[in-house]
């Protein structure tokens, strides 16, 4: 197959999360011998590096991010675009334009938008000539369990905003999913819910993968630091209202008991408001991204997503259970792993039982390589890349006739 895929960054190796699971599928499809060629979105510091995955793909093209809208422009968009506000930052007619050339030019069988905001240059697209398109939803709005609408520290005004830009989301993007030929999930879950809110959407499930090598390298040392470690693109709400809850509800109350630990949110793009916390509250690190997590997650007591919002797998949690690293998340995080609370993780939704569980596994050494050592089984076992790819090969394969499938 010749599969294009797009794609809101560059991936790399060390891509975090998301850009993770774009960059292992790219890999191995290319691997497997098929053609993989991408288009991405660039903003003014990314490049493509000396990463040796693009040298193999059939063509990278890369587009810049646009800028931010003037005051009058988003009020204008706001009355009259279809297009809701969280998708206004990967909305530009370069994209559209640039997609529509390469499947021209190169012939591609299948595009696949990688994130349901990618998706919208599959839609209404007047320079996309006929392709099977596929849309990979991996934190899909339409069936997120929880929303900051539901997040009980909202005011009202704010409540009702939200609503709106929610209610607006979902309908453009059942819009966007009735109208290509296949939307992949990380979990059965957002499949079920997805289909539920409209059934005439072909829904495949593909859950990620880890590279379960990688991580291995970061075995935990016998006497880890007392430390706590959470991670995140913190583009991503989600990312960043977790991390607030944590310091302002949990971690306040476990630094007052427990001077000597520290908490380590790392990853790119912390907002002005992360850094002003690692100001205000002590112990808290906000590094940025690391050039290797490995290091940090070696010396760390514990992996800790507080995450409220949002849907699809969260990945990080699985990089920390194949690092050997004990969990402490929300159900909201845990949501698409099997995870047993007290077997391979434990889960916590309040901040009280959450500093308790998190005090808990810092005084039991026992308990915590019994639950990393469970952990690291599951994972090992149910989330293969191998077994990702098989499926995804799969699902785009059946979407093409019998005399393309071959690579």
């Not at 990089?319 to 993780?345: K, R, Y």
């Not at 596994?361 to 090992?380: C, E, F, H, K, P």
Request: charged residues 25%; proline residues 8%; hydrophobic residues 40%.
């Amino acid at each position: 197959m010749k599969i294009l895929f797009i794609a809101s960054h560059l991936p790399h190796a060390r891509s975090r999360a998301g850009l993770q699971i774009v960059y292992q599928r790219m890999k191995r499809l290319v691997e497997r011998g098929h053609r993989v060629g991408l288009c991405a979105l660039q903003g003014k510091s990314e490049g493509i590096g000396q990463d040796p995955l693009y040298e193999e793909l059939v063509e990278v093209r890369r587009i810049p991010a646009p800028s931010r809208r003037s005051l009058p422009g988003r009020v204008r968009d706001y009355v009259w675009s279809r297009i809701p506000p969280p998708y206004w930052p990967y909305h530009t007619p370069a994209l559209y334009k640039a997609v529509g050339d390469m499947v021209q030019a190169s012939k591609y069988d299948v595009v696949l938008a990688e994130f349901t905001p990618m998706g919208q240059c599959l839609f209404e697209n007047p320079w996309l000539p006929a392709v099977r398109k596929v849309i990979s939803a991996h934190d899909c709005a339409s069936v997120a369990r929880r929303s900051p609408l539901f997040l009980p520290e909202r005011s009202f005004q704010r409540a009702v905003r939200e609503h709106l830009i929610r209610r607006d989301i979902r309908r453009f993007e059942l819009d966007l999913h009735r109208t290509v030929d296949r939307v992949l999930t990380l979990n059965r879950s957002d499949a079920f819910l997805l289909q539920a809110y409209e059934p005439s959407v072909r829904v495949s499930v593909v859950p990620p993968g880890i590279d379960y090598a990688y991580y291995q390298a970061a075995q935990t040392v016998s006497q880890p630091e007392p430390s706590l470690l959470f991670t995140g693109q913190y583009r991503d709400e989600s990312n960043q209202d977790g991390f607030a809850w944590f310091v302002q509800h949990v971690w306040s109350v476990l630094s007052g008991r427990r001077p000597e630990l520290t908490f380590h949110a790392v990853g790119p793009n912390p907002s002005l408001a992360m850094k002003l916390f690692s100001q205000q509250y002590r112990g808290v690190h906000v590094p940025g991204e690391l050039a290797d997590i490995r290091p940090l997650m070696q010396r760390a007591s514990l992996f800790v997503c507080p995450i409220r919002m949002g849907s699809g797998v969260r990945v990080k949690i699985l990089e920390a259970m194949a690092a050997g690293l004990p969990v402490v998340c929300t159900s909201t995080a845990a949501e698409g792993i099997p995870i047993q609370t007290g077997v391979n993780a434990v889960i916590a939704d309040d901040p009280a039982r959450m500093a308790e569980a998190i005090e808990l596994l810092l005084d039991d050494a026992a308990l915590r390589a019994r639950i990393a050592d469970n952990a690291r089984r599951m994972v090992q076992e149910r989330f293969d890349w191998d077994r990702s790819i098989d499926l995804l090969e799969a699902t785009l394969a059946d979407l093409l006739p019998g005399a393309m499938r071959d690579p």
